[in-house]
Structure formats: structure tokens, C-alpha cells
């Protein structure tokens, strides 16, 4: 598979301008405006020694992601207060020596966590907004070329031709402005591996297609408050594990008496076969890069468990030649999906074999 030079193993950052708040517990009419706790969150969470401190970790590149809403005052009007914190992260990464990912992480009209009454992918003008964004992005970066476009994140279960479409119409954009923009565009699904053989393919050395892996939901989300299932069972998971919880899992929460037929245990030859779509992808399409640009498990997790897990995840990668992007550095509180790898005053990763794992030298 090619190689995605510079952007071999890396971190996420969510919990700053994205996964501020728990939107799924506000009204319609507070999930839009900021308000000036926002700001001051903003502000003060995520500094310049993050950023080292990340790079201490042996990273290569961040994942930032970012909402719409935190950097778009109404359409075609933009936070300068908001994206000047953007601009001070992409200097302070060009000062550490890594490496950067935008990603959208929530469009208006695609929260990957809440249902919106108006969808991007049904909605002309939401989608002329996307684009025009991304447009401001190269205006503002234009000369720097180390700073790669993630177009969307976690696309919602819609039509694959909806998103080929106006991810089409987004590269075609900013191919206009800029030929040689590294540009990161997923699957639907939530970024499934199983939807990669729907993405849209492009004669384009710097296009980057992008999945993600939580697999077992039930493990990686395990008492999340966020997500019904998980939050129902409210069941501690191992990793390794002999798969009966898993199956409990599945009888209580979705009433299925007949998953995971032929398995005997959760481990490591289970997540072979979750993520054998993308290695296929990798297979069929070596003059392609493809890029792991999130996976993780919830903070409250036995970090023993939590190592076991990412060992696995990453060791398979590797096996495959697919560069990675854990996730996450740090979690607000707010954010109901913690999935945080330092500790959250000291900001230390949580353990020596942890740092190993995520480094890419073994489990």
C-alpha cells in the first residue's frame, strides 16, 4: 500500500473544539449559539504544551477536530476569536515537528451523535456552507503543506452516492484552489470499514481514504452514557474475553439470541475478521493510501483491558501497512464519550505499555 509519509502514527485531539458539550442533552435552540463558557473553554484547554507533550509521545501528526458551528457565525461568516486558535495549533505543531489533520468533526446537519432535523446530504444550501468552509480552510493554509483536509467526519448510514457526490464536489473545489492539498475523506457509516468499497476512487496521489474501528461496540463503549446500549447493560467488559457477554450484550440489547455464531472468545482473531474489509480495501488498491484515523476505547475502561485491545488494533494495522491516528489525548467532561489517553490533570499517558502500544512498538 502507498505510504502516507508524515502521517504514520498519531493522536487525536477532541474535547477542545469539538465534544465541548453533551449537545444530546440541550434543546433544539441552545445546540447552535456558544456561549461564553464556550469561549473560555476554547481558550484555556488545549495549549502550546499539549502539542509537545504529544510529539513527547513519539507522534508523528494530530488529528484536530472541530465543529462548524465553533468557527461559523452564520454562513459565510466566520469566528476570526475561533479560527486564530487554529492558526496558533498549526504553528505550534510546525514548532513540535508534527504534522496536522483538520477534521470536521461535526457539520451542521451531520452530528454523528444526534439526529438533526435537516440533513447535510439533503440540503443544497447546508451543503454549499460545507464547501465554502473547506474553501476558507485553503485560503487561510494555502502554504502550508503539511496540513491535510479531513473533508467530514463520521458520516452518518446514508446513500454512499449522496456522500460521493458532494465529497466529489468538495475535492473538485479545492483541487481548483490548490492541486496538490492532501484531502481525507471516509466512509459512511460512521466511517465503517465495511463501507470503504462504496467511497468514491480518485486518479489523485494525494487523495487519503479514511475508516474507523470500535469494535466490539460493547467493549469500547462498555457504561457510556451517551449511547443507549451501552448505557442499559451497564456491564464492565474484558478484553480478551470468552464471548458470552458479548452475547448477553447483543440478547439485551438487541434482542439477538444468535450473534456471533462459530465465535469462541473476543480477541484478537475476532478483530481480524471486524476489520478484514479494510485490509481488503488496502489489497485491491495499492496505489492508494488508506489511513486508521480514529479508534479508542472509553476512559473508564481497566487500562489493563484498554492496552490489550489497542495492542491488537495497532499490531494488526501494522501487519497491513496502515498508518493509524489514536484517539484521544484529552476528554473534557462534558464530553460523554471519554476515550482520553493521559490523565486528566497531570495530562501523562496512563501507562509505560500504553505509550509502547501507540508508539507502534508492540503489544
Known amino acids: ?134 474553501l476558507e480552510f485553503e485560503r487561510r493554509y494555502h502554504h502550508k503543506p503539511a496540513v491535510a483536509f479531513e473533508l467530514l467526519n463520521e458520516v452518518r448510514n446514508v446513500n454512499p452516492e449522496q456522500w460521493n457526490d458532494l465529497a466529489g464536489r468538495a475535492v473538485a473545489a479545492l483541487r481548483a484552489a490548490n492541486p496538490t492539498r492532501k484531502i481525507v475523506i471516509g466512509s459512511t457509516c460512521w466511517n465503517s470499514a465495511d463501507t470503504l ?12 481514504y479514511t475508516f474507523h474501528t470500535y469494535a466490539p461496540f460493547a467493549f469500547t463503549h462498555q457504561q457510556g452514557v451517551l449511547q443507549a446500549g451501552p448505557l442499559y447493560y451497564n456491564r464492565k467488559m474484558a478484553y480478551p474475553s470468552a464471548i458470552e457477554p458479548y452475547r448477553d450484550f447483543e440478547r439485551f440489547v438487541n434482542g439477538n439470541d444468535k450473534a456471533y455464531p462459530g465465535v469462541e472468545r473476543m480477541d484478537k482473531a475476532w478483530m481480524r475478521g471486524s476489520l478484514q474489509p479494510a485490509f481488503d480495501f488496502a489489497a485491491a488498491h495499492p496505489d492508494k493510501i488508506l489511513w486508521c ?14 492496552e490489550n485491545w489497542m495492542g491488537d488494533v495497532i499490531s494488526l494495522l501494522k ?45
Request: contains cysteine; proline residues 4%; negative net charge.
Open 1 to 134: 500500500m502507498k505510504a502516507f509519509t508524515g502521517f504514520e502514527h498519531g493522536m487525536g485531539i477532541g474535547g477542545w473544539l469539538t465534544n465541548y458539550k453533551r449537545f444530546n442533552v440541550l434543546p433544539d435552540k441552545w445546540r447552535g449559539p456558544l456561549s461564553p463558557g464556550d469561549f473560555e473553554h476554547f481558550e484555556t484547554y488545549i495549549g502550546e504544551d499539549d502539542v509537545r507533550n504529544i510529539a513527547s509521545f513519539g507522534m508523528d501528526h494530530i488529528r484536530l477536530g472541530f465543529d462548524q458551528i465553533v468557527l461559523e457565525e452564520q454562513p459565510g461568516s466566520y469566528r476570526e476569536r475561533t479560527f486564530a486558535l487554529i492558526d496558533a495549533f498549526v504553528e505550534w505543531c510546525e514548532r513540535a515537528g508534527v504534522n496536522v489533520v483538520l477534521n470536521l468533526h461535526k457539520a451542521v446537519g451531520n452530528y454523528c451523535d444526534i439526529q438533526e432535523p435537516v440533513q447535510l446530504l439533503d440540503d443544497q444550501g447546508l451543503q454549499d456552507r460545507f464547501i465554502a468552509l473547506w
Open 319 to 363: 501487519e497491513h501497512d496502515i498508518p493509524y491516528c489514536v484517539w484521544n489525548y484529552l476528554s473534557t467532561p462534558n464530553d460523554g464519550n471519554r476515550f482520553s489517553l493521559v490523565d486528566d490533570d497531570r495530562r501523562q499517558i496512563l501507562s509505560p505499555r500504553l505509550l509502547d502500544i501507540i508508539q507502534g512498538k508492540g503489544p
Open 293 to 306: 484515523g480514529e479508534f479508542g476505547t472509553i476512559r473508564h475502561c481497566r487500562t489493563a483491558y484498554r
Open 197 to 208: 468499497k462504496h467511497l468514491r476512487l480518485y486518479d489523485d496521489d494525494a487523495i487519503i
